[in-house]
Nanobody
Framework: VQLQASGGGLVHSGGSLRLFCAASGSIFSINAMGWFRQAPGKEREFVATSWSKGGTYYADSVKGRFTISRDNTKNTLYLQMNSLKPGDTAAYYC????????????????WGQGTLVTVSS
């Protein structure tokens, strides 16, 4: 499974961005697909995840502002980010796994490269 993240950029505080993660390869077996982020000088952290049969879960820090969704016909995962704050500045990574992976990075076998989101104040 290969993952390709895109959609990052520079946005002012309060603005919106939509991230994309295109999946290819043996994707029929994928269940969990999620987003993680890593700010400069900090550890990578969980943002949101979704499962193929439905259901989503969010970090408290983004709940109510970010929405994760997936289009299985296009093999694409999305992250709609609204009301962005400078604290959201980070490289965002998409991840996937065949299991019911949740918030733990170690539970995901497949990773895309990061896409950088910068939120200016």
């Amino acid at each position: 499974v290969q993952l390709q993240a895109s959609g990052g950029g520079l946005v002012h505080s309060g603005g919106s961005l939509r991230l994309f993660c295109a999946a290819s390869g043996s994707i029929f077996s994928i269940n969990a697909m999620g987003w993680f982020r890593q700010a400069p000088g900090k550890e990578r952290e969980f943002v949101a995840t979704s499962w193929s049969k439905g259901g989503t879960y969010y970090a408290d820090s983004v709940k109510g502002r970010f929405t994760i969704s997936r289009d299985n016909t296009k093999n694409t995962l999305y992250l709609q980010m609204n009301s962005l704050k400078p604290g959201d500045t980070a490289a965002y990574y998409c991840a996937a796994d065949k299991s019911w992976a949740g918030v733990q990075m170690s539970a995901y076998d497949y990773w895309g490269q990061g896409t950088l989101v910068t939120v200016s104040s």
